[in-house]
């Protein structure tokens, strides 16, 4: 979490749970969001990151729990009366005025002075790198220009969070890769509260001091992007952020901090701890952590088969297939380990480049020693 934000939290979300009918949307979750933070709610369609943020504005009310905003229960208060704005995907801008008029709709509904809203909607437009578009109509401007008309028009009004709905999610990949720099500096700026709803990883990682990743109504994780990828807490985020290898193991033996893998692919040796004998686990290896031997190497016994070499510029991403059939990914620079096609090879990676994880899975795991069909020489 960066320095300029305060530990009390500006929101703060108490066991909130939502239900339509008997579908069960957002279940039991808890979260404070800080001053000047820029926090992502990142998700599949369906996992609740937007009805959970249109909670937080007041568009949806809750089913059970407490929303609190600086201190002050939301309870029944509507969004009028919270100093919160949204930014939505659709821009959601009046067709029939032009720039300054959308922008400065909220200060004319407040009664501002005249001499102020010029004032107030010159400095935002200039913020958001507007200037001289004041008389433009929105279907005079492109969508990333609309985009900036959306959220100037948030703004200026001082909100104390900006509530943002996937509002690059019409952009082109380009643009939107722009406008992802342009808001996080914005937000930098202005040390507005941010709150951001997408489902695209890359995005959340780009602008994010910490991202909650939902999945089924809850929290998986949350944490700084770095923390998430190098750290992942469960299965689903490990296989939702980035590229995984993720390897189903049971846990034969622990000497000290070290653990003694068994899995179909083979035997590996990590140093970790908080496990048991005989529970099962995942463990999640990065593809560019993957190292590749000609011969064993101590501590792990995972043999496999070079299927492929990919270029792809800066990288070539290689596949390589385990005794049991399991593909497992490598990446590395065109002069790093690379083998050809079909050359027998030893997986292996470096002290603390794994990361072992919990599974609430009671299963009965069977070792297998060799999968039927596969083409690796003995």
Known sequence: MTEKMDKKPIISLRNVIKKYGENLVVNKINLDIYQGEFLTLLGASGCGKTTTLRMIAGFEDITEGEIFLEDENMAGKP???????TVFQSYALFPHMNVFDNVAFGLVEKKMKKAEIRKK???VLELVQLTGFERRKPDQMSGGQKQRVAIARAIVNNPRVLLLDEPLGALDLKLR???QLDLKHLQQQLNITF???????????????????MNGGVFEQIGTAEEIYEHPKTKFVADFIGESNIFETS????????????M???DVTVREQGFEVNEIAYLCVRPENIKISEFPVEGFNLKGIIKENIYVGSQIKTTIEMINGYLVKKTAFPDGDMKPAGS?????????KSVLMHTKEDKIYNYIESA?????PS
């Not at 969004?79 to 704005?85: A, K, L, S």
């Not at 846990?251 to 068994?262: D, F, P, S, T, Y």
């Not at 027998?344 to 603390?352: A, P, Q, R, S, T």
């Open 195 to 213: 709150v951001y709803v997408t489902h695209d990883q890359e995005e959340a990682m780009t602008m994010s001091d910490r991202i909650a990743i």
């Open 264 to 266: 179909e692919q083979g």
């Open 79 to 85: 969004p009028y009366h919270r100093n919160v704005n």
């Open 177 to 179: 890769r722009q406008m």
């Open 121 to 123: 909607v010159r400095e």
């Open 251 to 262: 846990i034969h033996a622990v000497e000290e901090k070290m653990l003694k893998l068994i």
């Open 372 to 376: 039927e069909g596969g083409s690796i």
């Open 344 to 352: 027998i090879v030893y997986l292996y990676w470096d002290d603390g």
